[in-house]
């Protein structure tokens, strides 16, 4: 990506004296509008590089043609070095400032209310300098010569442009600082950053917890994975939270015998589960959320979050199962069960990651129940997924189609932001917790 700004300063020192100042300006800080509006909404990484490195392009064009030619020529040269400074003085002030605007506006609206204040300021650059921009090119030397900031023939354009100038620096500190927003993934954040990250999320944080399985003949191994990732990422994105890295250890015995599974043993699986969130919580992350991706984590999870009150903790478990499938919407062609790999699942990817989708092979095995133990409902088994379901394939992927992922993706979403919500405002879970705590140790002076 870094590699644009070079590029980006030679197109900018050409194109100054070839195109003329003015539309270089427009029109880089148009192409900043447009690559600016995209690339926080990529999630491929051969496609966040590209838009960043084209990105990159436009805002050294700016740097090169605004600070190193523009500005200093709008003004004498008796006064040229002190104004310039003082331009770029109320430039670094804004940087300073945007902070605060730009963590206001990201709990307030999101990751669309930082792009609309970069936006919103480069449409102001761009109506500034095309109605009272200066273009250097067409004025006479000795015009220059005789300006002067007060007075004289060319007093009213060297405080225009004095004006101009100011609002040029100000704006553009502003634009670039609002593409430096705070990343949602833990991995991509500097250790400052993090910091801050903590502090914005309010201890809050996303756990989303996949699994790495056969998904029918056509899905990828780590479909659960990719689906609950893609529903956190989306719902931090709304609701600030940092969101842990790629975690896939939960119980699924059940497929063992399908090749790519990774089965960990009971015991490691609560363990690392309970240091991964020790850590998490040492690092800051008070409201611990997990997100459950994976039908076979059911009963794990809720039985990880009861043994917290096994010994104390500083930091709140709170479990949010997959919302994969909700009443309403599209209406759905599979009429029977539809448990792994099926129509809702196979929907999903479509819409998480569609180049992973292999519709074609999703006909070439069965997915109906094949029902070879006979037990009443109320009796359970270990062994009943694979009695059912030995091809570990649950329904009919191969009606899928994108519409009824986004609105089950949407739901998904949403019911995780209402849980990341949630979960901020709570303030008597880990007070409780503590009390609790407390009295376990004396049990026999608990009264009613």
């Given at each position: ?112 209310g930082v792009l609309s204040l970069m936006i919103g300021f480069l449409i102001v ?324």
């Amino acid at each position: 990506m870094s590699l644009g700004a070079p590029l980006g300063s030679a197109i900018g020192a050409f194109a100054a004296d070839s195109w003329r100042r003015k539309p270089t300006i427009v029109g880089a800080s148009l192409l900043t509008i447009v690559l600016g509006g995209i690339y926080p909404f990529l999630h491929q990484p051969a496609a966040l590089l590209t838009s960043g490195f084209l990105l990159t392009i436009p805002i050294y064009i700016l740097v090169a043609t605004l600070f190193a030619i523009y500005i200093p020529e709008l003004f004498p040269t008796e006064v040229r070095l002190r104004a310039s400074g003082i331009c770029n003085t109320f430039g670094r002030g804004a940087t300073i400032l945007t902070p605060f605007l730009a963590v206001a506006l990201f709990r307030s609206y999101g990751i669309r209310g930082v792009l609309s204040l970069m936006i919103g300021f480069l449409i102001v650059q761009i109506v500034v300098v095309f109605r009272f921009g200066i273009e250097p090119k067409s004025v006479g030397w000795k015009t220059w010569k005789r300006a002067k900031i007060q007075g004289g023939s060319g007093g009213r354009s060297m405080k225009r442009a004095a004006i101009c100038s100011l609002l040029v620096s100000l704006v553009f500190a502003r634009s670039i600082h609002a593409q430096s927003k705070l990343s949602v993934n833990w991995e991509e954040l500097t250790a400052a950053d993090f910091r801050e990250a903590i502090q914005l999320s309010k201890g809050t944080c996303l756990l989303p917890f996949g699994i790495l399985e056969k998904h029918g003949p056509h899905l990828p191994l780590g479909t659960d994975l990719l689906n609950v990732r893609h529903a956190s990422f989306e719902a931090a994105q709304r609701e600030y939270a940092v969101v842990f890295p790629q975690y896939y250890f939960g119980q699924i015995f059940e497929a063992k015998h399908e090749p790519g599974t990774v089965a960990y043993s009971l015991e490691l699986q609560l363990k690392l589960l309970q240091e991964t969130t020790d850590e998490m919580a040492r690092n800051g992350c008070k409201k611990i959320v997990i997100v459950n991706g994976h039908g076979g984590n059911e009963h794990l999870l809720p039985f990880f979050a009861q043994g917290q009150l096994d010994r104390p903790h500083d930091y709140v478990v709170y479990v949010l199962d997959g919302e994969r499938s909700r009443p309403g919407g599209p209406p759905k062609k599979s009429t029977g069960i539809d448990y792994h790999a099926g129509e809702n699942e196979t929907s999903n990817t479509m819409v998480s990651r569609p180049d992973l989708v292999h519709l074609d092979r999703a006909a070439s095995e069965s997915g109906s129940d094949q029902k070879r133990v006979n037990l009443p409902e109320n009796v359970y088994t270990g062994i009943w997924w694979y009695a059912r379901f030995p091809n570990h394939y649950s329904g009919d992927g191969s009606v899928a189609r994108k519409e009824l992922g986004e609105w089950n993706m949407n739901n998904w979403i949403a019911a995780t932001v209402e849980a990341i919500r949630a979960a901020k405002a709570d303030d008597q879970s880990l007070k409780l917790q503590n009390e609790f705590y407390e009295k376990s140790k004396h049990p026999l002076d608990t009264r009613p």
